[in-house]
Nanobody, 124 residues
């Protein structure tokens, strides 16, 4: 079983950047595909980005392609989400999750372990 903890959220102006971190513990990070999801008020949880166990494959929702980058450092048991050119519509609680799958996953039900989330607010 792995524990997941996000950090790095905050308030930023449109066009700015934030880097979210996802620290894991309790198990070897390389055993899990990892993903970032977000949930805005009144909306369903949405897939943002995913990365395979080795980091060799990534996937993104179309709305963040070219702006967000997911990466991982298995030696540090940490996953990152670099968010550039932020827009007000990126405002949400961002969640990190771990999946016991061989391939990366884009649907919440594929993920087994979730963090508590970190708030990202982008002002216009």
């Amino acid at each position: 079983q792995v524990q997941v903890q996000e950090s790095g959220g905050g308030l930023v102006q449109a066009g700015g950047s934030l880097r979210l971190s996802c620290a894991t513990s309790g198990s070897t990070l390389s055993r899990y595909a990892m993903g970032w999801f977000r949930q805005a008020p009144g909306k369903e949880r949405e897939f943002v980005a995913a990365i395979s166990r080795s980091g060799g494959s990534t996937d993104y929702v179309d709305s963040v392609k070219g702006r967000f980058t997911i990466s991982r450092d298995n030696a540090k048991n940490t996953v990152y989400l670099q968010m550039n050119s932020l827009k007000p519509e990126d405002t949400a609680i961002y969640y990190c999750a771990a999946a016991s799958t061989l391939l990366l996953a884009t649907t919440p039900r594929r993920y087994d372990y979730w963090g508590q989330g970190t708030q990202v607010t982008v002002s216009s």
